[in-house]
């Protein structure tokens, strides 16, 4: 068996060994200090100051500097400013401004709806700056009353207007021949004909051909189409004495029409 006493005997020695170790600091007037954790370091970083402008109900502006870590309303305090303010958590509408120029951000808020931020509103006793700021305040009223729309809003951009369309290019024209009168001052003499066939007779013939081929060139073009007819007429006979030529730019013929015996006009290919 094992004799429990002798077995305590080292745990008693050394509760004696601590008491009389604690007996002796306290005699030498030293404290007993255990061990501390050390502290991280902070990582340190220089706020940036903007300026703000508020414009007041009396229509004086006023501007202070606002550290970008520092809530705007505080700032405004701090330099003699007496701004609106309630809660100071952004939860009433005591606060309300509204800004002009510049960015600014908030905490968690929950008065304002993305719509009225879209506007300008903000809470200024939550507000931080990130840019020179200008701002309205005293808008708790407009706010409750759900004023949207202010003069001194800037408007929005125009967008330019559309450049007028270009007018549809003009369709071609068709292409027909050009047929020029053109005034004869003696008529070219008759030829005689070797094989019995007067020459008159196969002037007048291929006159008609070339007529048919000048209908089908101007169909379509009434006016043209008159002439044709009315040279048709002078070919099968007609009242008017003296030679008329009627050329074609287009296939360089000229036909000589009789107008007095059609029978003696004749065609000619330049």
Known sequence: TVDRRTTSRPRSRMRVLAAVATVLWARSGL??????RPVAREATRVAATYTVTVDLPSGEMASFPCADDEFILDAAEEAGLELPSSCRSGACTSCQGRVLSG???MDD???LEDEHIAVGYVCTCIAYPESDVRFVSHQMDNFENGVMKFDDAPAAAEPPAA???????PAAPKAVPVVTPVVATTPPPAMPSSNGVRLDDAKVTIAKKTLAVLRECVAGDAQLETKCDELAMLLEGGTKPEYVPYRSEDTGYTIWLNKNDPTNSYYEYH
């Open 103 to 105: 960015s600014v951000s």
């Open 31 to 36: 404290a007993l200090v255990a061990p501390q």
């Open 163 to 169: 450049a007028p369309a270009a007018p549809p290019a």
């Open 109 to 111: 808020q929950s008065t």
